[in-house]
């Protein structure tokens, strides 16, 4: 049971992480779209 309780933690973490990486992306092109209109 601890070991799974870890694994699911684990496993939000990972999601938080993409979920981070995404948002960066969509700001990266979001500023790149912006810069590219000026």
Do not use: P
Not at 13 to 30: C, K, P, R, W
């Amino acid at each position: 049971m601890r070991f799974f309780f870890d694994q699911k933690l684990s496993f939000n973490e990972h999601i938080s992480q993409m979920t981070i990486s995404a948002y960066d992306f969509v700001l990266h092109i979001g500023k790149t779209i912006l810069t590219l209109l000026a």
